[in-house]
T-cell receptor
Framework: KNQVEQSPQSLIILEGKNCTLQ??????????LRWYKQDTGRGPVSLTI?????NTKSNGRYTATLDADTKQSSLHITASQLSDSASYIC???????????FGTGTRLQVTL | EADIYQTPRYLVIGTGKKITLECSQT?????MYWYQQDPGMELHLIHY???????EKGDLSSESTVSRIRTEHFPLTLESARPSHTSQYLC????????????FGPGTRLTVT
């Protein structure tokens, strides 16, 4: 069964600090891994998409890494801002289908 | 910002009522999806369509039905709403192969009393 597990479940950090969110997956055959940001009551918005051959990808202050051998990914947020408060969801696509396996997300709260 | 729209954004309705959740996209995407998400939980695919007149059930069993008569429109219907249908419903669309982006709408928060 395809699964995506994220840690921590929730995280509180001070504005300006960095943080790293983790994602482990057991999806086969692997196609790509995505990180989404979901604000409360809104739809997810894509941050990065990485295929098997990519091991890092950045989008502004967001940097995602992928280790396809260990089936792990991380999302690093640099110099956090209050607007970064949201759920961050790791999503993995299997094979050639467009169907995705979603993690439950990490709830990040950035405070003053 | 993706051009995908959902209405209504919030709906409170009594048990037994028929409801239709609307989803439209102006990007010309061939693939469209409906997801269900309970608070703090992961998204589950309930329906998808790879083109006009093509609809399939997703991984999570749902009593809802969908139709795809036009490329840009993918409505979801519940014939008789029940409290167990209370959830957030998210519509998404994409174009091309699996590596391509899925763009999500803002969601409809449904409460059945």
């Amino acid at each position: 069964k395809n699964q995506v597990e994220q840690s921590p479940q929730s995280l509180i950090i001070l504005e300006g600090k960095n943080c790293t969110l983790q994602c482990n997956y057991t999806v086969s055959p692997f196609s790509n891994l995505r990180w989404y940001k979901q604000d409360t009551g809104r739809g997810p918005v894509s941050l990065t998409i990485m295929t098997f051959s990519e091991n890092t990808k950045s989008n502004g202050r967001y940097t995602a890494t992928l280790d396809a051998d260990t089936k792990q990914s991380s999302l690093h947020i640099t110099a956090s801002q209050l607007s970064d408060s949201a759920s961050y969801i790791c999503v993995v696509s299997a094979g050639t289908a467009s169907k995705l396996t979603f993690g439950t997300g990490t709830r990040l709260q950035v405070t003053l | 910002e993706a051009d995908i729209y959902q209405t209504p954004r919030y709906l409170v309705i009594g048990t037994g009522k028929k409801i239709t959740l609307e989803c439209s996209q102006t990007m010309g995407h061939d693939k469209m999806y409906w997801y269900q998400q309970d608070p703090g939980m992961e998204l589950h695919l309930i329906h998808y369509s790879y083109g006009v007149n093509s609809t399939e059930k997703g991984d999570l069993s749902s009593e809802s039905t969908v139709s795809r008569i036009r490329t840009e429109h993918f409505p979801l219907t519940l014939e008789s709403a029940r409290p167990s249908h209370t959830s957030q419903y998210l519509c998404a669309s994409s174009h091309g192969p699996a590596t391509y982006e899925q763009y999500f709408g803002p969601g409809t928060r449904l409460t059945v009393t």
